[in-house]
């Protein structure tokens, strides 16, 4: 079904495609960082920088050693007319420049790249439920008898259009990746050219291209960064699947309690309704041949006995697949965190938090608790109900019955119509005006029924909420004990 093959998709994702490019970042980072020492090593040690006699000006802001370096100069360049110039460790600068902004660029660029996947997901989350939507109002309208090629054509039409826009989006957000990156890489071109033309003594500018202690920690981090990506991705699919998962329970779900909805309309209109219409016809009958004066003729009214309602084997088969479309879920889902989830745009690479969900167990004690406990109890309530009409109806064919003895007892000769069916005729328009209202009330008690149970099952499918399971995943074992105290 729709919901086993998109569950499916994502797996395959998640097991197959995931890995792979996880493969191919390692890769690529590798060559790139060892082109990038490579480079490094074929640049000259050093490389002389000029300066016009203008830029040896002293300035307001110039600290001692560089007043000091200007002066040299400029005294220098008088006596000796010599252009001005220093020795600029150029493999240094490089290797500086890579140790700082070009590993911090790689990693914003891995960030979002990774933000980029973690959307991927889900837009294609929010379209599958967008298609069970879709296919939830076809359903519908098929029940209703109002369905029609065009209205199909156009859920197709919406489906395929959410489609194409994320396809757009996604190649909006690889345009920005890559806009980003030649930004970044020119933006490092010019720092570079910036910081070997300031101004300052080779000293102290050799001693600011020193390599910043924690460059080894940040190359590290970059060559984490495919193991991490690759689990956090495994992590928002792992959550993807477990909203399929939990979608495919509810709909199972809903179509259990359909099934038992139906089981118990027909039961009651079987049981009890259909016996009340039979009483309520041998009245009919038995009115009509006393208006026709007919009295010899007037049967006797039958007495009608509800059958028996079979709640516990109905109760026990509702439960029975209530707990097999349960027993599929996995026992353990792995996510990340409700707050780290939050926070996976800024923070993806720094060691996400994740949480354990006990999914199986926790659908397991929702669906109890919210679905079938109140059902059970709710039902509690048919077998008086059931018996208070029957009551009434023995009681309308006790009297009626009782009345036509009472008319059979009396010679023939001394019936007299305004005496003997008027009288009968009366009990019988009481009876029918009774079970006509235990009737109704019946039918509005089997709609109360048929509405809770609605409302259960609503209830029940807002907390079969992905992000409530999140939220709830340290909890279970709490609510269980809380649930076994009550």
Same mark, same amino acid.
């Given at each position: ?16 495609? /995931? ?33 016009? *006699?203008?830029?040896? @000006? ?23 007319? =010599?252009?001005? =110039? /220093? ?50 109002? *076809? ?61 300052? =003594? ?74 009340? @219409? ?47 479309? /349960? ?68 009681? /309308? ?31 019988? @328009? ?15 008690? =089997? ?40």
């Amino acid at each position: 079904d729709v919901y086993f093959h998109t569950r499916q998709a994502v797996q395959n994702y998640r097991e197959q495609n /995931v890995p792979t490019q996880k493969d191919v970042l390692n890769t690529g980072l590798d060559q790139l960082l060892k082109r990038m020492d490579e480079l490094a090593q074929t640049l000259p040690d050093n490389f002389a920088v000029f300066y016009e *006699i203008d830029q040896l @000006q002293p300035q307001p802001q110039d600290h001692l050693s560089l007043r000091w370096f200007k002066f040299r100069k400029r005294l220098k360049y008088r006596f000796g007319k =010599s252009p001005i =110039s /220093v020795q600029l460790d150029l493999r240094k600068l490089w290797q500086f420049q890579i140790a700082t902004q070009f590993n911090n660029m790689l990693q914003q660029q891995f960030s979002a790249f990774g933000v980029e996947h973690y959307e991927l997901i889900s837009a294609v989350t929010k379209w599958f439920n967008h298609m069970r939507d879709s296919l939830g109002d *076809i359903q519908q309208h098929a029940k209703n008898n109002d369905i029609s090629a065009g209205f199909i054509d156009s859920e197709h039409q919406k489906l395929g259009n959410q489609l194409v826009d994320i396809n757009r989006e996604m190649a909006n957000s690889n345009a920005q990746i890559m806009l980003q990156l030649l930004r970044s890489t020119a933006e490092m071109r010019q720092s570079t050219i910036e910081t070997a033309f300031r101004l300052e =003594s080779p000293r102290s500018l050799n001693h600011s291209l020193e390599i910043p202690k924690n460059a080894q920690e940040i190359r590290g981090n970059l060559n984490a960064i495919p193991e991490t990506w690759s689990q956090n991705m495994a992590l928002v699919c792992n959550f993807a699947v477990m909203e399929l998962q939990l979608a495919a329970l509810q709909n199972r779900l809903g179509v259990v309690t359909q099934k038992f909805r139906e089981q118990l309309s027909l039961k009651m209109e079987n049981t009890a309704l259909d016996q009340l @219409q039979s009483v309520a016809d041998g009245l009919e009958s038995l009115s009509t041949a006393g208006e026709n004066g007919d009295t010899k003729n007037m049967a006797k009214l039958a007495s009608s006995e509800f059958g028996s309602f079979g709640t516990a084997e109905m109760l026990s088969e509702l439960r029975k697949d209530v707990q097999e479309a /349960v027993q599929d879920l996995p026992e353990n889902v792995d996510i990340i965190s409700e707050t780290s989830f939050q926070q996976i745009e800024t923070q993806q690479f720094d060691g996400l938090e994740v949480v354990s969900v006990s999914l199986r167990r926790l659908a397991g004690y929702l669906v109890e608790t919210r679905l079938f406990a109140p059902i059970e109890k709710q039902l509690e309530k048919l077998p008086s109900t059931l018996r208070e009409s029957q009551n009434v109806s023995s009681e /309308v064919v006790r009297l009626v019955s009782f009345s036509l003895s009472e008319m059979e007892a009396v010679p023939e000769f001394e019936q007299e119509i305004g005496e003997t069916v008027t009288p009968l005729q009366n009990i019988i @328009q009481s009876g029918l005006r009774r079970i006509s209202q235990e009737k109704e009330s019946l039918m509005q008690f =089997s709609q109360s029924l048929m509405d809770f149970i609605d409302q259960q099952r609503n209830a029940t499918f807002e907390k079969l909420n992905p992000y409530i399971a999140v939220r709830d995943a340290g909890k279970i074992g709490q609510y269980i004990r809380a649930e076994e105290s009550r």
